[in-house]
């Protein structure tokens, strides 16, 4: 499987492999905790400010509760991923920018990692994403943000973007249930659902060797 690359997300984060074989739990496992890490701890902050009242609320005024959330903040640009492409908006330093993915069939991500190496190019990138080692990232790119969306959803997560150049990648393997990545985005290390062995002989390589990954410049 070509899941485990150098440019993995378990080799991006620099997290470690979980400890079992398999494609997809590869590729997954350390995009689990770079989602609890840029969304879970925000959501978490965003559902305890809603349900206590400010403390110099009247006693009359109404109080959120969970059946009424809080509104997302508005996006100022948008990326999209489509089968297998990053399609990027106009985008300026300081603008929070979410994620939608525009497939009807796969379920994507958008990792964003920060390249402070002015002279690296795409093709840089398109290269070591072809080497057959694992390991950390290369010491020019620094994480960025996280985004995950089911086919035809915008994501939970936003990412902002200060100025710079930016990589944008998707790792989750082609041919991926989409219910299956959701549960795996949503599970805890002893919680991963098992992947049944004729799913995991039809998955494919990471979406970044089909062709999404690009890079942005930021200004």
């Known amino acids: 499987m070509q899941g485990d690359r150098a440019f993995s997300s378990v080799g991006m984060t620099d997290r470690g492999h979980r400890g079992r074989s398999g494609a997809l739990s590869a590729v997954l496992a350390a995009v689990l905790l770079l989602l609890a890490a840029?969304?879970?701890?925000?959501?978490?902050?965003?559902?305890?400010?809603?349900?206590?009242?400010?403390?110099?609320a009247a006693a009359?005024?109404?109080?959120?509760?969970?059946?009424?959330?809080?509104?997302a903040a508005e996006a100022d640009a948008t990326v999209t991923g489509v089968d297998y492409a990053f399609e990027v908006g106009d985008v300026s330093a300081g603008d929070t920018v979410e994620f939608v993915n525009g497939s009807d069939a796969e379920a994507h991500e958008m990792v964003a990692m920060r390249i402070t190496d002015d002279s690296v190019t795409l093709e840089d990138i398109q290269q070591l994403l072809q080497e057959d080692t694992e390991g950390p990232p290369p010491e020019y790119l620094e994480e960025a943000g996280f985004a995950f969306a089911m086919p035809g959803e915008t994501a939970e997560q936003t990412v902002t973007f200060d100025q710079g150049r930016y990589l944008l990648l998707c790792f989750i393997p082609q041919n991926a249930p989409p219910d299956l990545v959701a549960q795996m985005m949503e599970s805890t290390a002893s919680e991963e659902p098992e992947i049944p062995s004729e799913v995991e002989a039809e998955?494919?390589?990471?979406?970044?060797l089909a062709g999404m990954v690009e890079i942005v410049d930021v200004e």
């Open 38 to 56: 840029c969304g879970g701890a925000a959501d978490d902050t965003s559902e305890e400010v809603a349900s206590e009242p400010p403390p110099d």
């Open 60 to 71: 009359s005024e109404p109080v959120a509760t969970d059946s009424e959330p809080s509104p």
């Open 203 to 208: 998955l494919g390589p990471p979406h970044a």
